[in-house]
C-alpha cells in the first residue's frame, strides 16, 4: 500500500531555483527552495575542460563533500552539505551576509567578530586542514547574531597521510605555509573592516606573505590569464571550439 501511494504521488519535486548567486572556474552556486526550506545549490561544473577531464566535477563534489562530513559539528562552519546527484551538493541556507557585501556596505562589525574568526581558523588548522581560499572575502559570512561563519571548502586540503616519510613531511610543510595564508586574509580582512582593533601583530601577520605565496601568485596569474584568453568571459566555451 505505501510503494502504491509513493508511486501515485511521483516524485520528489525538484529544488526551486530563486536566485542566482555565483559562478566561477568549476562551479556556479543558486538559492533554492526545497521541501519547504532554503539551501545553497552548488553544481560543479567545468564545460570548457569536460571533453579532457570528465570526472573532475565528480571528484570536486565528493572532495567537498568530505570535508563538509569531517567538520559537521564544529560551531560556525557551516551545515554539512548531502549530495544532489553526482556533481552537486545541497547545503542549508545560512541567513547574514559575506565580509564582501559588509565592506562595500560598510557595515562595522561586532568588535569581537575577528577574534571569534581567529579561533575558528585555529580550530580548523588544529585539525590538519587549511581553507585555502579565504582571500575570496565570500566565503566568510557574518551571521545574524553577527558571528563568523565558513562556508566554501572546494580547495581546502590537508596533509598527506599515506606510509611515505617524506611524502609526509613535504606535505605537511606545504599545509603549514598555506595555514599561514590563511591567518594573513584574515588579518587583511580585519586590517580594511576595523582598522581601529588592529594590533602592530595583526599588521604584521596582514603584509607576511610566505615563499609559497610569493612563487604561486606570479603562477596563478599565468593560469588565470590563459583561461581569459581561451574562454571568453561569461561563456562555457573554449574560443576554438566547435559549435554543435
Not at 564544529?74 to 551576509?97: D, H, K, N, Q
Not at 572575502?137 to 590537508?158: E, M, S, T, Y
Request: aromatic share 8%; proline share 6%; with cysteine.
Amino acid at each position: 500500500m505505501a510503494s502504491a501511494a509513493a508511486a501515485r504521488s511521483g516524485p520528489p519535486a525538484e529544488p526551486q531555483r530563486l536566485r542566482a548567486l555565483a559562478r566561477h572556474w568549476f562551479s556556479e552556486t543558486e538559492l533554492v527552495a526545497w521541501q519547504g526550506r532554503r539551501y545553497l545549490h552548488k553544481r560543479y561544473r567545468v564545460p570548457w575542460l569536460g571533453a579532457w577531464l570528465p570526472a573532475l566535477p565528480r571528484a570536486l563534489a565528493r572532495h567537498e563533500l568530505a570535508f563538509a562530513r569531517e567538520l559537521a559539528g564544529l560551531r560556525g562552519v557551516a551545515p554539512p552539505a548531502r549530495p544532489y546527484g553526482e556533481c552537486a551538493l545541497l547545503r542549508e541556507w545560512v541567513e547574514g551576509s559575506s565580509l564582501r557585501e559588509c565592506a562595500r556596505a560598510g557595515v562595522a562589525l561586532p568588535a569581537a567578530f575577528f577574534d571569534e574568526l581567529r579561533a575558528l581558523v585555529d580550530a580548523l588548522h588544529a585539525r590538519g586542514i587549511a581553507h585555502n581560499d579565504l582571500e575570496r572575502k565570500g566565503n566568510v559570512l557574518v551571521d545574524a547574531a553577527g558571528h563568523p561563519v565558513l562556508i566554501d571548502f572546494q580547495i581546502a586540503l590537508r596533509g598527506y597521510r599515506g606510509r611515505s616519510r617524506l611524502l609526509r613531511a613535504l606535505s605537511q610543510r606545504v599545509l603549514r605555509e598555506l595555514q599561514r595564508q590563511d591567518l594573513r586574509y584574515l588579518h587583511k580582512s580585519k586590517r580594511k573592516l576595523r582598522p581601529d582593533l588592529c594590533s602592530a601583530e595583526d599588521l604584521r601577520l596582514a603584509r607576511e606573505r610566505s615563499p609559497l605565496a610569493r612563487a604561486y601568485r606570479p603562477l596563478w596569474r599565468v593560469l588565470h590569464g590563459l583561461k581569459r584568453a581561451l574562454v571568453p568571459k561569461g561563456s562555457d566555451r573554449l574560443r576554438f571550439s566547435r559549435r554543435t
